[in-house]
């Protein structure tokens, strides 16, 4: 089996897709769901920009060098593989370096976050940041996502800007990877399926460019990931070719996820200025160590939430696979004025539009199309067929409700106005849900995939230890008879009509865009399901 990120092509073109998983981390069991009071912090000003002079002095700055050229150009594995000028994007990498701290508590970590920590020990470091903007400065929104690449394959992993890039670029945001962690540097022996040449990460695989870069461990990656986020204002000139950034956004998507959880509870309240809202998307039910080997190791306990003195908005989005299945359950807290949570009925952690068609999706349909036709011929392999599992992989794809999620952070930082918090998914027990007739979870964001059904999609994925475990990562895919979907919709107009009800309702509840609207109704349209 290939390595994710085997047989890349440079300048961005992705290697293969990624596995977005928390290593080692089994199925949690159900606890009692703990609560806090809501914040009595008023909402933050709306639409305000932050002058690089109002970052806390407590974040050191870096030094930031570039455009990097040489070698055979920039390589980042897991990222979308079109070429970002036939959408109006360019791209350009840049290293980042000076020294990072790692961190300790006096105290243990407690679930509520409310963790206060101190510097142990600093180390210098280099590590690069991958940008994406518009080529025309019009067209620039003012907001930068700061993304925490995602290292669980091994190597760094642009997760949720395959998942998002769509509306991002839609928007005409700037987003920005950070490698903040060893293994996108030096690679991962231990990783799943990696070659030797590899397991020496960036820097192994292309020494003429990444000679230079040094990272001193993941004790030092919370200090390392915000000098980066501050980088892009302090250094906007250079980083973002003299954008002006007005909102600066963090995101992690699983693995990268609990970093931020740590990077949150442990760093945010003296961090100001460096982020103005966060996105933590498919978290489980802990965060990442404070600090490992080499140091100490102190890892938080296996319940960690959002604390809830914030003063900027932390938007949640759960799949249905994260929720129970990986245990995000036992950490639902009660919305703030700075916490919302969306949890997705039908939905694996990462699914067949995130594995197989986000990497050529230029916003043109044709990966639309592809995705919901999947609903009824499911496909079960993906990286050329190199990781098969047992099952279909999920095909009710999540990428509509993240990106009207990513809109939405995106809103309550500018505006002030907090998104809906979302209903929560029916948990029937460790791993599984309340059901309805027709095999699908109750409760939660009903998407049309769910609410106008062609198939059975569900976040509950094989739970063999088939492709090296990850399998269970991407739920599965029952397909309706042609006799059942007969039943459902006599004829198309039937099935067509049930469907567009479900946009539209989306739409209207703000977990669907009208953008996104339009292409899912053209799609139904065009299908041949009823009669």
Not at 43 to 51: E, M, N, S
Not at 77 to 86: Q, R
Not at 443 to 467: C, F, K, L, Y
């Amino acid at each position: 089996m290939s390595r994710f990120g085997a047989n890349s092509t440079r300048h961005g073109v992705v290697r293969a897709p990624h596995t977005p998983i928390l290593s080692g981390v089994a199925l949690s069991v159900l606890l009692a769901m703990t609560t806090l009071s809501v914040a009595n912090a008023g909402p933050q000003a709306a639409g305000a920009a932050v002058a690089s002079s109002q970052i806390a002095a407590s974040v050191p700055k870096a030094i930031v060098t570039g455009p990097v050229t040489g070698g055979t150009g920039i390589d980042l594995p897991g990222t979308t593989s079109f070429d970002l000028s036939t959408v109006g994007y360019e791209q350009n990498e840049y290293f980042l370096s000076g020294t990072a701290s790692a961190y300790s508590s006096a105290k243990p970590l407690t679930a509520n976050g409310r963790w206060n920590v101190t510097t142990t020990s600093s180390a210098p470091y280099t590590t690069r940041m991958v940008v994406y903007r518009p080529i025309n400065p019009k067209r620039f929104d003012g907001t930068v996502i700061v993304e925490w690449l995602n290292v669980s394959g091994g190597v760094d992993a642009a997760a949720a800007w395959l998942t998002d890039h769509v509306q991002m670029i839609r928007s005409g945001m700037v987003y920005v990877g950070i490698s903040a962690q060893a293994a996108g540097i030096v690679g991962s022996a231990g990783s799943l399926g990696a070659t030797a040449g590899q397991a020496g990460g960036i820097k192994g695989a292309d020494p003429a460019r990444y000679s230079s870069l040094e990272h001193p461990g993941d004790s030092y990656s919370y200090s390392i990931f915000e000098q980066g986020g501050a980088a892009v204002r302090r250094n906007a000139s250079l980083v973002l070719g003299g954008l002006k950034p007005k909102r600066i956004l963090a995101l992690g998507e699983s693995q990268s996820a609990t970093r931020l959880v740590t990077y949150i509870d442990a760093l945010q309240p003296r961090s100001e200025g460096v982020f103005d809202g966060y996105f933590v998307y498919s978290r489980f039910a802990s965060g990442a160590p404070l600090s490992q080997a080499p140091q100490a190791a102190i890892n938080p306990p296996d319940v960690v939430l959002i604390r809830t003195d914030l003063n900027v908005p932390v938007m949640m989005f759960e799949t249905e696979a994260d929720v129970a299945v990986l245990g995000y359950v036992s950490a639902r807290q009660p919305p703030t004025n700075f916490i919302r949570e969306w949890e997705v009925a039908g939905t694996a952690h990462y699914d067949t539009y995130g594995l197989v068609e986000s990497m050529t999706d230029s916003g043109n349909g044709a990966a639309d199309v592809k995705t919901f036709d999947t609903m009824i011929d499911p496909v079960s392999s993906f990286d050329g067929g190199a990781i098969s599992c047992p099952v279909p992989l999920n095909a009710g794809a999540h990428t509509y409700e993240l990106r009207a999620a990513v809109v939405a952070l995106n809103n309550w930082v500018r505006t002030g106005t907090p998104p809906p918090q979302s209903p929560r998914l029916d948990v029937a027990g460790p791993g599984a849900y309340v059901t309805n007739s027709l095999g699908e979870a109750e409760g939660g964001i009903r998407t049309p995939q769910v609410a106008a059904p062609i198939a059975v999609v569900n976040g509950t994925g094989d739970t063999s230890s088939a492709g090296g475990g990850f399998c269970k990562l991407f739920g599965t895919t029952i397909p309706f008879s042609a006799a059942k979907l007969t039943q459902l919709y006599p004829t198309h107009q039937d099935f067509v009509n049930k469907w567009d009800a479900a946009v539209a309702s989306d739409v209207s509840k703000g977990y669907l865009l009208s953008a996104d609207a339009k292409v899912l109704d053209n799609v139904a349209a065009q299908s041949s399901i009823g009669g």
